[in-house]
């Protein structure tokens, strides 16, 4: 088994900045993939940014590149989206993933709103 819990959400101001953390524990491949999805109310959950283990390939939705960026400290079992010029459309709720082949594990979420 593997825990996700998120940390980091808020209400913030169009332009404004935010940085969510997520700390994975459990049972922990060392080959695996940690990303942030968010899902808006009556919208489906997307995938926002994604870090792979090793050699950390980024992937990046197109709403959010050149706005957010993801890291992860292998060390602390933690990956971060640090959100910079935010904008009302990104108000969401934001899940922490860990996916080890086909192995989905999700965090309960934390609630990000923006306000114009």
């Known amino acids: 088994q593997v825990q996700l819990v998120e940390s980091g959400g808020g209400l913030v101001q169009a332009g404004g900045s935010l940085r969510l953390s997520c700390v994975v524990s459990g049972i922990i491949s060392s080959i695996n993939t940690l990303g942030w999805y968010r899902q808006a109310p009556g919208k489906q959950r997307e995938l926002v940014a994604s870090i792979t283990s090793g050699n950390g390939v980024t992937n990046y939705a197109d709403s959010v590149k050149g706005r957010f960026t993801i890291s992860r400290d292998n060390a602390k079992n933690t990956v971060y989206l640090q959100m910079n010029n935010l904008e009302p459309e990104d108000s969401a709720v934001y899940y922490c993933?860990?996916?080890?082949?086909?192995?989905?594990?999700w965090g309960k979420g934390t609630l990000v709103t923006v306000s114009s």
């Open positions: 993933n860990y996916r080890q082949r086909i192995i989905n594990y």
